[in-house]
């Protein structure tokens, strides 16, 4: 991997990132974070209270790519077979035609995941992880790169499920969107209340070259210091007493792979401990489960992580 290499990642990305810039005002550290699970080869789950643009931010980001985008409406009544697919009866040819579901594109938007019932939810599992379909005994690949941008309201709403914890672990980051400073919301006014931005957005890189950019951070150097500072996080969040289950061994390949993105984001060949520290929360909060005591005294995940990150001691960079 050499500088040019590099500057083609910086270059396609900040295409991506004014792009994404024109409908999301002033939420640069998540569309950020958006960018470095793309290039991570992640999932990314956005969760925030409803109205604050979680939706619009997973439209921009998949048509800022030039590929096969799918929009999957998560309701009660949603069935497994709408989002993997169904074999169905043709009695012309008499033979079973596979009608594939709404996981079969590059990005897949699934809007308020949590308002599916966990059978439907579950149907998501084998995709995420492996990136296959298995519907009627017989397994298909899904094509690269393959990106589930979901959006959930808040567990405690009326009328959601709480993502189960093997589901959860399947998404590489979470972030919540939060309210627009009044500067980013006046200027929202003025740019929504005309036309719908999103109808204006072209892409400005396709399919291929994303498959490109990932083969360039996939390749991105990780000293074995920063490799056992990433294992030393998730080995305390286990054997925390205010946890009841800490970070599993995919989130710290998630973690790793999250780095990596974010240390060719800044231009670099090699991973520092700095950027293990800056993803801890949006990799691991979200798949930790507080012990009773922690819930009933108000310690929320993102809390005993912070406590972690302040005990684990951070490598020597040099």
Known sequence: MGAGDLETVTRVMARVRANVGHVIEGKGEVVETALTVLLAEGHLLIE???????????????????????????????LPSDVTGVSVFDP????????????FANVVVGDEI??????????????????????????????????????????????????P???????????????????????????????NPLDDLEPVTDAGEIRKLIGIVAQ?????????YAVALATATRTSPDLVLGASPRATLHLVRAAKARAALAGRTYVLPDDIHALAVPVLAHR????VEAALAGRTPQAVLADV??????????
């Open 92 to 103: 012309d040819t008499r033979r079973f035609d596979f009608h594939p579901g709404g996981v």
């Open 48 to 78: 925030d209270v409803p109205g604050v643009g979680k939706t619009m931010l997973a439209k921009a980001l998949a048509r800022s790519v030039d590929g096969t985008v799918k929009r999957i409406q998560f309701t009660p009544d949603l």
């Open 309 to 318: 990150l302040a005990r684990v001691p951070v490598p020597d960079p040099a």
């Open 220 to 228: 991105v150097h990780v000293a074995d210091p920063v490799g056992r």
């Open 114 to 163: 949590n308002r599916a019932s966990p059978k439907t939810q579950s149907a998501l599992l084998e995709c995420m992880e492996e990136r296959q379909v298995t519907v009627d005994g017989t397994t298909m690949a899904l094509e690269s790169p393959f990106l589930v941008i979901a959006t959930q309201n808040p567990i405690e709403m009326e009328g959601t499920y709480a993502l």
């Open 288 to 291: 930790l489960m507080p012990g």
């Open 165 to 195: 914890e093997a589901q959860r672990d399947r998404f590489m980051c979470r972030v919540a969107m939060g309210y627009p400073v009044p500067a980013a919301e006046l200027a929202m006014l003025g740019s929504h209340a005309a036309a």
